[in-house]
């Protein structure tokens, strides 16, 4: 619960400081957050909009992602497995040298990476 309300609070402090960059700029007015993400991303003179856009983008999507742990999303042996690279984690899991393997092979992806310090792997 402590560490939800520290989120929450740096949440909302994003928020507010997109807001607050925003505020004057009637390109970004009633905008979808995906479409200040990408006019910004580009424009140097945004930076600071694209960065607290982005966060607050990241910070939306993991809350989104966030589920009951006793929810089966990826069975190894159910229909859920609708793409080679589901199926793939699937077996890479399965020991712990695979497991190794494919968190190495991971952090290399995000160690190169630029950004605030999130990173998806989305399947």
């Known amino acids: 619960p402590e560490q939800w309300q520290l989120l929450r609070r740096h949440h909302q402090s994003t928020v507010n400081t997109l ?14 957050l995906e479409q200040v993400v990408k006019a910004a ?11 607290y856009a ?4 990241n910070m939306c999507f993991f809350m ?16 859920l497995l609708e793409n080679e690279v589901t199926a793939e984690l699937v077996q890479q899991f399965k020991t712990p040298e695979g497991f190794k393997n494919i968190c190495s ?18 399947v």
């Open 19 to 32: 807001n607050a960059h925003i505020a004057n700029e009637p390109k970004f007015e009633n905008q979808p």
């Open 54 to 57: 982005s966060q607050h983008w």
């Open 105 to 122: 092979r991971f952090e290399e992806h995000v160690m190169a990476a630029f950004g605030s310090g999130w990173v998806w792997l989305a």
């Open 64 to 79: 989104r992602c966030l589920r009951d742990p006793t929810d089966n999303v990826v069975q190894a042996d159910g229909p």
């Open 41 to 51: 991303r580009f424009d140097a003179t945004q930076r600071a909009v694209y960065s």
